[in-house]
């Protein structure tokens, strides 16, 4: 299976918002509801954000968001700070039963300006 | 808190096993999956594999006929074999937990840097 698609950068000043945009196919966004995001600062290990399309972990801030519209899913970052400056990566279940592999975007650079 | 961390040696020789361990600490591995992930230097991540507390495994396609994933329940561990590597493995590998064969990477190690060269 083919990596998901992300753009490479994306960018805002603070207090605005953003929109990651992650596509795949049929296989893996279109088939199961299971999309997460990830952040990860530079030099340590990626922090989940989002799970299920558009759950948040305990403590995550409710400025991050996320949905989906057919074969792509969506990381909506509202009230822009400093310290979401990140790489973003998407992830999404594909495969069949019994037999399921993980697939991930090749990331995102967000810059806050 | 339940914690992870990974080990194993650094530097591997092309051609050679790649080998790590992960240990959890502070929690069970009752009832959790456990993943092994990889990143190469400035580029994105890349799902191994992984082994449910019962033994059950599953493999990236891509690295299904290098790759082992094994447990030891006693001693809080599992670890990763990776054969036959090349340059294309170095990366920086991480030990990652789930609750559900369907449910999201919650729980990271801090990841451990393994160099191929000769």
């Known amino acids: 299976q083919s990596a998901l698609t992300q753009p490479a950068s994306v960018s805002g000043s603070p207090g605005q918002s953003i929109t990651i945009s992650c596509t795949g196919t049929?296989?893996?966004?279109?088939?199961?509801?299971?999309v997460s995001w990830y952040q990860q600062h530079p030099g340590k290990a990626p922090k989940l954000m989002i799970y299920?399309?558009?759950k948040r972990p305990s403590g995550v801030s409710n400025r991050f968001s996320g949905s989906k519209s057919g074969y792509t899913a969506s990381l909506t970052i509202s009230g822009l700070q400093a310290e979401d400056e990140a790489d973003y990566y998407c992830c999404s279940c594909a495969g069949n039963v019994g037999t399921i592999t993980w697939l991930f975007g090749g990331g995102t650079k967000l810059t806050v300006l | 808190q339940v914690q992870l961390q990974e080990s194993g040696p650094g530097l591997v020789k092309p051609s050679e096993t790649l080998s790590l361990t992960c240990t959890v600490s502070?929690?069970?591995?009752?009832?959790?999956?456990f993943n092994w992930f990889r990143q190469p230097p400035e580029k994105g991540l890349e799902w191994i594999g992984n082994?449910?507390?019962?033994?059950?495994?599953n493999y990236n396609p891509s690295l299904k006929s290098r790759v082992t994933v094994s447990m030891d329940t006693s001693k809080n561990q599992f670890s990763l074999i990776l054969n036959s590597v090349t340059a294309a493995d170095t990366a920086i590998y991480y030990c990652v937990r789930q609750s559900g064969g369907y449910k999201p990477f919650d729980l990271w190690g801090r990841g451990t840097l393994v160099t191929v060269s000769s």
């Open positions: 502070g929690g069970s591995m009752t009832g959790y999956y």
């Open positions: 049929s296989s893996d966004i279109g088939s199961y509801n299971l």
């Open positions: 082994i449910y507390y019962s033994g059950n495994t």
């Open positions: 299920e399309g558009n």
